[in-house]
């Protein structure tokens, strides 16, 4: 399978500490996006990347959250100190190449439940 | 800022019968629109992307269409069927290839 690939797809924890989620884009693909959906709602953007440059972040991606993407390719996201309210599916999704005119493939996502 | 807007939130039809669901949105300066369709517990799948330029995109049973002056996109799946149970998503590109997404509409197709 070539698709997007995230890790893990499920993750529960207790609220206060820290998690850290992988998604693997389809290769050469130099774009990278994270969501974040709620039950019930469509995704919302948090950040994407260009190659391994960060190049816009929402303003829902408080100070807790980092994303990385080193070499650009693999990208990680971190969310420190998690509250309830991080209870969410987190989905990536890569596009390729440049412009606004490319279409973007998703995930299966990794649901985050915080006791 | 883009605001996206699907109605209904939910919707069932028996097998057989035409859908049709509707999204709009208040910014006309889009670059191009994508459909997805999302599984319960998975992640979305694309379905049709059309571009500003265009006017609408098929494939096989589905039809999207798109009327940046009334701030309309419209998708048809013909002749439901139960395996087209799911919720789907309309989302719009904006500066960056970012998407901006509507609330989706869950269908329920009754055999």
């Known amino acids: 399978d070539t698709g997007v690939s995230q890790d893990p797809r499920h993750k529960i924890t207790k609220r206060g500490q820290n998690v850290t989620f992988r998604c693997d884009p389809i290769?050469?693909?130099?774009?990278l996006y994270w969501y974040r959906q709620t039950l019930g709602q469509g995704p919302e953007f948090l950040t994407y990347?260009?190659?391994?440059?960060?190049?816009?972040k929402s303003r829902l991606l408080s100070d807790r959250f980092s994303a990385e993407r080193p070499k650009g390719s693999f990208s990680t996201l971190e969310i420190q100190r998690t509250e309830q309210g991080d209870s969410a599916m987190y989905l990536c999704?890569?596009?390729?190449?440049?412009?606004?005119?490319?279409?973007?493939?998703f995930g299966d996502g990794t649901r985050l439940s915080i006791l | 800022k883009q605001e996206v807007t699907q109605i209904p939130a939910a919707l069932s039809v028996p097998e057989g019968e035409n859908l049709v669901l509707n999204c709009s949105f208040t910014?006309?300066?889009?670059?191009?629109l994508q459909w997805f369709r999302q599984d319960p517990g998975k992640g979305l799948t694309s379905l049709l992307l059309?571009?500003?330029?265009?006017r609408e995109q098929t494939s096989g049973r589905l039809n999207a269409s798109l009327d940046k002056s009334s701030g309309r996109s419209t998708l048809y799946i013909a002749a439901s069927q139960p395996g087209d149970s799911a919720t789907y998503l309309c989302?719009?590109?904006?500066?960056?290839?970012?998407?901006?997404f509507g609330g989706g509409t869950r269908v329920l197709v009754k055999p």
């Open positions: 910014d006309s300066a889009i670059y191009n």
């Open positions: 999704a890569s596009s390729p190449g440049t412009g606004g005119l490319q279409p973007q493939h």
């Open positions: 990347f260009q190659n391994e440059a960060q190049l816009e």
């Open positions: 059309i571009q500003s330029s265009q």
């Open positions: 290769s050469e693909h130099n774009r």
């Open positions: 989302a719009f590109h904006i500066a960056g290839n970012k998407l901006t």
